[in-house]
């Protein structure tokens, strides 16, 4: 019999901690990250206001992204940029909805955002709110809360594709669900990867990510490319709607 660690979202969300990487959420500030506090919220970042300061940080993230990576476009850049914290946020929500079986509220007010860390991005939720975590709640707290407002700003800045952003956001969840399953099996944590898989199939159905591939068991094909052949040193990733990089032969 397996019993559950959590029935109940902690204000810590300690659960998440074990699984490391884009799956730890900080709720409080320590020392050494003091100026997260005082850092844009999601919000004020995906605000298209030319007067506002903050849509600055989109800016600057996307900047940043493209000098470590050496890509040769902005929109290359961006694309990866927002990959990665499209990541964090199915990371998160995905791994809360399995393991408490609650997801926090991550109201893009509540989720303060360092454009200037390493990957993967650092995010500090300033209230923990449980919600329900069904498929419309997560859909809603992920797909419209976030990524519809970070796909409006970055392509109010930058040329790209609405299907090379969404493939992106259905890539980063299928993503998040195959390391999810990956430590519950490790951990014998059937439980959770059968919640985990569960609702990643059912967020699959829900557009916009309905048609951006195909979604079997942990592996997903996209039907699109999020352009990271075109960075020095750069190749097909493993779920690329590309059967080989342009150019090549």
Known sequence: MVLLLFVELDPALG???????????????????????????????YESSRSDVYPISLTFRIRKVARSLRAPELRVA??????????????????????????????????????????????????????????????DT???????PLHSALRARVALADGLLW???????????????????????????????????????????????TFRDTAFRRRSCCLYYRVPGGGLCGDCGLSRVPGRG
């Open 142 to 148: 992920v797909l419209r809360g976030h990524l519809a």
């Open 167 to 213: 493939g992106n956001a259905a890539s980063a969840l299928a993503g998040a669900a195959r390391e999810l399953d990956r430590w519950a099996r490790a951990h014998g944590r059937d439980d959770v990867a059968a919640r985990s898989h569960a609702l990643t199939r059912a967020l699959f159905t829900h557009p916009p990510l309905a048609g951006t591939g």
């Open 78 to 139: 961006a694309s990866i940029a927002q990959l990665g914290l499209a990541a964090r946020l199915w990371s998160v929500t995905l791994a809360c909805a399995a393991l408490y079986e609650r997801v926090p509220d991550l109201d893009p007010q509540l989720l303060r955002w360092d454009p200037d860390a390493s990957a993967p991005d650092d995010l500090l939720l300033t209230e923990v709110r449980p919600r329900p975590a069904d498929p419309a709640t997560v859909a």
């Open 15 to 45: 659960a998440l901690r074990p699984l490391g990487g884009f799956f730890v959420l900080r709720t409080t500030v320590d020392p050494e990250r003091a100026p997260l506090a005082s850092s844009p919220t999601l919000a004020q970042a």
